[in-house]
DNA sequence: GTCACTATACCGACCAGTCGGTTTTTCGAG
DNA sequence: CTCGAAAAACCGACTGGTCGGTATAGTGAC
């Protein structure tokens, strides 16, 4: 990429971000352009389409993906809390950019679609390696999914009992009780 | 409503049905007429907005939540593994319901997020009820909107690891093994 | 006659994508 | 250093199409 990396960085968070608070709908390419601080000519000169704004999107959870991934395999003793906590982080680059591309995902865009299967299988094998138990995998990411689904209920408007981190300490102790 | 229940009905699962498999942006009046084997004069005679017809959508939530509630107080010992297992049932018209509400939930639709919180406080009331364990009722709702939220990925389009009747059980099974 | 529609046409708002034009930046020759 | 031209970055009006909503004439059943 020839192009100034600020402008275009701008444009795929102010993707992200409409994405994230006002859903797919709301995510226009004037809308967009505007949140970026550029006009819609300014936008379709780095992204010829909405398609490859996406695909931007798009390769920027693989990174962000990629990164979390490596944090995890560095410690595989805290890999599962981990896990579950960071889920809780809705303002973090991953967590943010996971949620817009479910927003698109759920608006039944194949490649979203795809992209996240991807992502949860990584996540799978690496907790995997971690645990040893295949059920104690797919209960640490369920954990996962539902503050992570919680979360993005909570970022679009009001939720009551908002899960809080003290909350999610004392669950993963319970966890941690289990036998296996 | 004097109205003939059976198009009427047929014209909220039609919405229904394309919120879940397509999407809220796919859910234009002419697709949903189209589906429901209606004309368009046809929709706009039982429904004269969209807003009227997400408020019947709204209603059949609350009605099969308030059924759903009441078959966990029933029988409040097997209450937490029913609200696990039932998330898994994507093909039940609560759940249909309950992501349908979702969809238009997460394109910032306010009445729907309203909704959801309110049918999530009860659900955690009833589950308070029956265990008595907060931190327990937390684990128990995470893990059913973990399913939940995986469920309604996989309707979309193409997921792996879907997550199966079994692997629910045998996560319950370790859940019930934990002193609390 | 009324109810429950069908069929069709239309309107204003909005949206993705295009295009001609303008500003800013880059860079090499003098 | 600086002049000028090309390339990159950006602007905003416009187009074709879609969607929500309205309107209206007509039809078959009760």
Redesign the interface.
């Known amino acids: 990429m020839a192009t100034s990396p600020t402008t275009v960085h701008r444009l795929i968070d102010a993707y992200e971000d409409i994405l994230l ?6 995510a226009t390419l004037d809308a967009i352009a505007r949140r970026a601080g550029v006009s819609k000519g300014g936008l379709t000169y780095h992204f010829k389409s909405k398609d490859e704004l996406a695909a931007a999107l798009f390769d920027r959870l693989r990174t962000l993906v990629d990164e979390d991934v490596a944090v995890m395999r560095a410690d595989p003793a805290t890999a599962a809390a981990y896990y579950v906590t960071s889920s809780l982080d809705v303002r973090s680059p991953l967590e943010r950019c996971n949620v817009a591309v ?2 698109l ?4 865009h ?1 490649e979203a ?2 992209l ?2 991807q992502c ?2 990584r996540w ?1 094998e690496v907790l995997m390696d971690a645990m040893g138990h295949e ?2 995998v ?2 640490v ?10 979360a ?2 909570t970022g ?6 908002e ?1 809080d981190p003290a ?1 999610i300490d ?2 993963m102790a ?2 941690r ?4």
Do not use: C, K, W
Not at 21 to 26: F, I, L, N, S
Not at 105 to 108: L, N, V
Not at 156 to 161: L, N
Not at 177 to 180: A, G
């Open positions: 608070t006002d859903g797919e709908r709301a479910t927003r995902a759920q608006g039944s194949p679609n795809e996240l299967a949860r299988t799978f059920d104690m797919h209960l990411m369920l954990l996962g999914d539902g503050i992570y689904f919680n993005s209920l679009t408007g009001a939720m009551p009992e899960t909350t004392r669950i319970l966890v009780t289990i036998r296996y």
